[in-house]
């Protein structure tokens, strides 16, 4: 049995976060898969350094645009400069979000809460209303949104209570625009990253708190592995969907009680 395959060849993808660390991972794949590229994020010479290099390495077409994916007003300029450049949009792929310090919950401060939640669950809102509204005013019309979830978005570490918070809430909005979105040919779906080597994770190896109290190093892989998900997540014709994926490194201590 064959199956048909989606022609990316063209088509143009959106990466938030898209300058460092996964993002750029991500932007990388897609770029050498064919996808035209846009990545944003809010520091401007690192998007440009970005989007040099990937161009450099991949041969595709790499374009930063900067913004603040809190920020509403942000938020529709991204919008309305991709519309303005490309015409349309494919795929969003709502990756931007930063931790919260590993302290006891009654220490976080509410400016840090507030911070985590625009960052990371504000700029998903805002980012996938923006991405309907071009997606279903386009011709041909519809598109795939692929949100970075995080596996807190089923478990939390301690000391984590604003990270984990919105990452759980992340997974209701994936399922809830999912719905919304499937009478316009919109695909939502998720992807649950587990101890990819980042900045963020770089501390890992040094150990990082567990929820028996223990302080242990844990393992991680290549966000190159994260980056092939996303990669086959997008390439699936609109008409499939991964609602949610899984990829982590093996020997974390996440499944059971490790």
Same mark, same amino acid.
């Given at each position: ?133 071009? /997606?279903? &005013?386009?011709?041909?019309? =519809?598109?795939?949104?692929? %949100?970075?979830?995080?596996? $807190?978005?089923? @478990?939390?570490? +301690? ?19 999912s719905l919304d979105g ?17 900045? /963020?994770? &770089?501390?890992?190896?040094? =150990?990082?708190?567990?929820? %028996?109290?223990?302080?242990? $190093?844990?393992? @991680?892989?290549? +966000?190159a592995h994260v980056a092939?998900?996303?990669?086959h997540m997008a390439a ?23």
């Open positions: 049995m064959t199956t048909q395959s989606f022609d990316v060849a063209g088509k143009i993808a959106l990466v938030t976060g898209g300058g460092s660390g996964l993002g750029k991972a991500m932007a990388r794949g897609l770029a050498t898969a064919g996808w035209r590229v846009v990545i944003t994020g809010r520091r401007t010479e690192v998007l440009d350094a970005s989007a040099a290099e990937l161009s450099g390495e991949t041969g595709g077409e790499v374009t930063p645009i900067s913004a603040d994916v809190g920020d509403p007003t942000s938020v529709k300029a991204l919008f309305d400069e991709v519309e303005k450049r490309f015409g349309r949009l494919d795929l969003l792929v709502n990756n931007a979000g930063i931790s919260n310090s590993p302290v006891p919950l009654e220490e976080i401060s509410f400016e840090e809460w507030s911070a985590v939640v625009a960052a990371n669950l504000t700029g998903v809102f805002l980012c996938t209303q923006q991405a309907f509204r071009l /997606m279903k &005013a386009q011709s041909p019309r =519809g598109g795939r949104i692929i %949100n970075n979830g995080s596996i $807190s978005a089923t @478990t939390p570490r +301690p000391f984590s209570a604003p990270y984990t918070s919105t990452k759980h809430a992340v997974a209701g909005l994936t399922k809830s625009a499937r009478p316009f040919d919109i695909a939502v779906g998720q992807i649950d990253i587990g101890n990819a080597a980042s900045d /963020m994770t &770089a501390k890992m190896s040094g =150990g990082v708190p567990q929820a %028996n109290g223990e302080i242990a $190093s844990e393992p @991680t892989m290549d +966000p092939n998900a996303v990669v699936l014709p609109l008409d499939a969907n991964i609602l949610t994926m899984t990829v982590m490194a093996t020997k974390m201590p996440f499944v059971g009680r490790g």
